[in-house]
Nanobody
Framework: QVQLVESGGGLVQPGGSLRLSCAAS????????MSWYRQAPGKERELVAN????????MHADSVKGRFTISRDNGKNMVYLQMNSLKPEDTAVYYC???????????WGQGTQVTVSS
């Protein structure tokens, strides 16, 4: 059974930090590129960052560049999103996403809420 389970969300003050984690199971993790998306209330889901299968390449959206960092550990089947200098506009549900190389088969996690507020 495929599972992507996010954790690490919560309430944080502006300027603070959080580290999101996504635990993957039920598929060959190293065959998949991994991404973090987010969706704020009333807005479309947007790509935050992604990382290739063996961490050769990463991409971060302009809105988070220099503040967020995506990483993965293939030995632990984990992907992370380190979020620093958080802003109120970062408030959203953050989703983990896996997409298989080649045929594009994909999976979504259930999401974790991040709220940035004083």
């Amino acid at each position: 059974q495929v599972q992507l389970v996010e954790s690490g969300g919560g309430l944080v003050q502006p300027g603070g930090s959080l580290r999101l984690s996504c635990a993957a199971s039920g598929f060959t993790f190293s065959n998949y590129a991994m991404s973090w998306y987010r969706q704020a209330p009333g807005k479309e889901r947007e790509l935050v960052a992604n990382i290739s299968s063996f961490s050769v390449s990463t991409m971060h959206a302009d809105s988070v560049k220099g503040r967020f960092t995506i990483s993965r550990d293939n030995g632990k089947n984990m992907v992370y999103l380190q979020m620093n200098s958080l802003k109120p506009e970062d408030t959203a549900v953050y989703y983990c996403y896996a997409r298989r190389n080649g045929d594009g088969r994909d999976y979504w996690g259930q999401g974790t809420q991040v709220t940035v507020s004083s």
